[in-house]
């Protein structure tokens, strides 16, 4: 059975910083749904620390994982995007974007050196932020007419499910989401009752 849940978190986490040879480097962990969030938060951070050399990120988007990306930002190449997705993966978070942005302290670290700072800053920023697990669900629209209320009322109750909104008008419509190993089963329940039509929300 696939997984049917995801780490992210809910709000930007608190400023990590790690230091090394006088250069500074600043983590940061921000929730995002879409590039626009993320190009949005790396702007800000570039006009709050507009003095800094470097603003490195990586990104992860998707309730499976599925979209990345990581940008050097003109240091060495794999040298720090890299590192800092490597965090992601293994704190498993995604719908997140953590930037560390670095202030160059006047001695080189090396290759070696900015991995290390670039995953803890990374770390830091992610040990700052409150990670939360979320199912991942499917909605559905249930429909149907008076008379089959007290059954489908009956379902809602007995599989405690989360409704998210109702309209009852001359027909009625229940909005419900569900998580999506229960999906399928849940659906033939509806799909079973005479005269209540259930179909997914894309």
Same mark, same amino acid.
């Given at each position: 059975m696939e997984k049917d849940v995801y780490k992210t978190i809910l709000k930007p986490g608190e400023?990590?910083?790690?230091?090394?040879?006088?250069?500074?480097?600043?983590?940061?962990?921000?929730?995002?749904?879409?590039?626009?969030?993320?190009?949005?938060?790396?702007?800000?951070?570039?006009?709050?620390?507009?003095?800094?050399?470097? %603003?490195?990120?990586? %990104?992860?988007?998707?309730?499976?994982?599925?979209?990345?990306?990581?940008?050097?930002?003109?240091?060495?190449?794999?040298?720090?995007?890299?590192?800092i997705y490597g965090q992601l993966q293994s704190f498993e978070v995604t719908n997140i974007l953590v930037v560390v942005v670095r202030y160059f302290g006047g001695t080189k670290l090396g290759v070696g050196g900015l991995?290390?700072?670039?995953?803890?800053?990374?770390?830091?920023?992610?040990?700052?932020s409150k990670i939360v697990t979320k199912t991942i669900d499917n909605e559905y629209k249930i429909t149907f007419d008076y008379p089959n209320m007290n059954k489908v009322m009956r379902v809602l109750k007995e599989k405690n499910l989360n409704v998210l909104k109702q309209?009852?008008?001359?027909?009625?419509?229940?909005?419900?989401?569900?998580?999506?190993?229960?999906?399928?089963?849940?659906?033939?329940?509806?799909?079973s009752i005479y005269g209540v039509k259930i179909e997914e929300v894309e």
């Open positions: 400023e990590g910083l790690f230091k090394d040879r006088g250069s500074k480097f600043f983590g940061y962990a921000f929730p995002v749904k879409n590039e626009e969030e993320i190009n949005q938060f790396i702007e800000e951070l570039k006009t709050k620390h507009h003095k800094a050399r470097h %603003w490195c990120y990586a %990104w992860q988007l998707g309730k499976r994982y599925q979209h990345y990306r990581a940008n050097d930002d003109g240091e060495p190449s794999n040298s720090a995007g890299m590192p991995i290390n700072a670039y995953r803890t800053g990374a770390q830091l920023a992610l040990e700052n309209e009852f008008l001359i027909d009625c419509k229940i909005f419900i989401s569900v998580r999506e190993n229960e999906a399928e089963s849940i659906y033939d329940i509806f799909d």
